[in-house]
């Protein structure tokens, strides 16, 4: 039974530019959120995605967008990077309302 | 608001040392979640517990316990009888009751604990 897997691993982008970061939840999970950790901190809740739609969204500027597949897989996007972008971005997939479940996380740096 | 407090940054203990890691939490909510992650060095988050606003029981689990006191808004995690593996950062998080809700709910994390076991 395959987890949550997330790609890339690691990512080395230049301010301004733009990333986008993958993530396929555990089988049987239909909603998707993301969380950004900033080097010693506690994980910060981003966006959550079910049924295709966002659902809630935590404090991050329109920057800072997804989607969700038909699949349920998602994508993180994030335009116009700054330096404060640097951090790992973990995906946690579940099952409508339960338990969420994280992947390995894919770590950003940008110069 | 929600808001989790893990007042202590670093703990270095002993193998087979007995160490408590202190969770402090701040709801408005009267149905809620608790929750432990452990994050080893490799950055994946590890569900340890989930637990209840109204079952204050403890809970054991093999060499882990919870300490879940209402009175005070609090949710302690002990180790007993620590090991090397044990060494890694753990999470205290918080989350709305999901029922209340459409979708799933968001985790409020602390800021973590540093904990390492020396052999």
């Known amino acids: 039974d395959a987890g949550v897997t997330q790609s890339p691993t690691h990512l080395i982008k230049t301010r301004g530019q733009q990333v986008t970061l993958r993530c396929s939840p555990k089988?049987?999970?239909?909603?998707v959120s993301w969380y950004q950790q900033a080097l010693g901190q506690g994980p910060q809740f981003i966006f959550q995605y079910y049924e295709e739609e966002e659902r809630q969204r935590g404090n991050f500027p329109d920057r800072f967008s997804g989607h969700q597949f038909p699949n349920y897989s998602s994508e993180l996007n994030v335009n116009a990077l700054l330096l404060g972008d640097s951090a790992l971005y973990l995906c946690a997939s579940s099952l409508k309302r339960y338990e969420q479940y994280f992947g390995p996380g894919t770590r950003l740096t940008v110069t | 608001a929600q808001k989790v407090t893990q007042a202590q940054t670093e703990i270095s203990v002993v193998e087979k040392e007995d160490v408590t890691l202190d969770c402090v939490y701040e709801t408005r909510d009267t149905t809620y979640y608790l929750f432990w992650y452990k994050q080893p060095p490799s950055g994946e988050l590890v569900f340890l517990i989930r637990r209840n606003s109204f079952d204050e029981q403890n809970e054991i689990s093999g060499r882990y316990s919870w300490n879940f006191q209402k009175s005070t808004s609090s949710f302690n995690f002990t180790i007993t009888a620590s090991q090397v593996v044990d060494s890694a950062v753990y999470f205290c998080a918080l989350s709305e009751a999901w029922w209340k809700l459409a979708s799933g709910s968001r985790l409020t994390f602390g800021e973590g604990t540093q904990l390492t076991v020396n052999p």
């Open positions: 089988s049987g999970h239909d909603t």
